[in-house]
């Protein structure tokens, strides 16, 4: 029972960690804020409202493919632990 408990331990002190990392990844790069943005503009502002430019479209679109591809460097960096 004491092994079990021990093991316990160190896997939730292991999540911990990589929540820690996470965050500090998360905030590093700015991923919630640009996530956020991104859905303003081009969503709401585009979408729904029909507000925007053909050129803001483009320039919108080329900070969602460096943030898709931010993320994927993410997944790609957690798979290889």
């Known amino acids: 029972m ?3 408990i ?9 999540a911990i960690g990589e929540l820690e990392r996470g965050e500090k990844l998360n905030k590093k790069l700015g991923l ?3 996530l956020g943005a991104r859905d303003t503009h081009l969503h709401r502002q585009c ?7 053909a050129d803001a479209i483009k320039e919108d679109l080329g900070k969602v493919k460096r ?3 931010d993320i994927e ?5 957690i798979n290889e632990r």
């Open 6 to 14: 021990e093991e316990a331990k160190r896997i939730h002190a292991q």
């Open 2 to 4: 004491r092994k079990l």
């Open 73 to 77: 460097k993410i997944v790609v960096e």
């Open 67 to 69: 943030y898709v591809e």
């Open 47 to 53: 979408f729904y409202k029909g507000e925007c430019e």
């Open 32 to 34: 919630s804020d640009r």
